[in-house]
């Protein structure tokens, strides 16, 4: 029985989905991340996929991303999906590319970005949590039924807590990081 790795897994999955989750969230810098994922309805509305899937995607200096499509029939619907994003972008079709600049954000916007930061990380601590506390359940299960030892289940909590706390530091790095993107002007 391998509570620990497993535990340890489900976190490591749990953390990467939040680095994506937060590599949407807008900040005054212009960065591919920001669009990349964004889902577009293509082909009169028979095909979804993600914008990444359907152009290049580069930054043109600080302040603005250029989406060149492989397909230029497709260029109304990346914008359709631009516009419809909660990211607040307007696009600006040059030919056969389409261009964002990102506005600088104001400190209202700053702080509002900031606490959507806040509520994703704390879901994915709860997700943790329930994760650790699914872990030691099934720990004191096996000691129930008498399949480890009193020093095993011990050893195996304290190992399960300790990855905790530690999974737990690292989601908080990953979000002072993410605040200090956002406040840098």
């Known amino acids: 029985m391998d509570t620990v790795s497993t535990f340890s897994n489900q976190t490591l999955k749990t953390?990467?989905?939040?680095?994506?989750?937060?590599?949407?969230?807008?900040?005054?810098?212009?960065?591919?991340?920001?669009?990349?994922?964004?889902?577009?309805?293509?082909?009169?509305?028979?095909?979804?996929?993600r914008l990444l899937e359907l152009a290049t995607i580069m930054t043109e200096g600080a302040s603005s991303i250029s989406i060149s499509p492989y397909d230029p029939s497709v260029?109304?619907?990346?914008?359709?999906?631009?516009?419809?994003?909660?990211?607040?972008?307007?696009?600006?079709?040059?030919?056969?590319?389409?261009?964002?600049?990102?506005?600088?954000?104001?400190?209202e916007q700053r702080e509002k970005y900031i606490k959507v930061v806040a509520e994703k990380v704390e879901e994915k601590k709860v997700t943790i949590r329930n994760h650790r506390d699914d872990s030691r359940k099934t720990i004191k299960n096996a000691f129930e039924k008498k399949e480890m030892s009193e020093d095993e289940k011990y050893r195996?909590?304290?190992?399960?807590?300790a990855q905790s706390i530690k999974f737990m530091e690292e989601i908080n790095i990953i979000k002072e990081s993410k605040e200090k993107e956002i406040m840098e002007v």
Do not use: C, H, M
């Open 15 to 49: 953390i990467a989905s939040l680095k994506e989750d937060l590599k949407s969230i807008r900040t005054g810098r212009a960065s591919p991340s920001l669009v990349e994922n964004l889902t577009v309805e293509t082909y009169g509305g028979t095909t979804k996929l």
């Open 75 to 107: 260029i109304q619907d990346i914008e359709k999906a631009i516009l419809k994003s909660p990211l607040g972008l307007t696009p600006t079709t040059l030919g056969a590319k389409i261009v964002i600049r990102i506005p600088s954000l104001n400190t």
């Open 156 to 161: 195996l909590e304290k190992e399960i807590d």
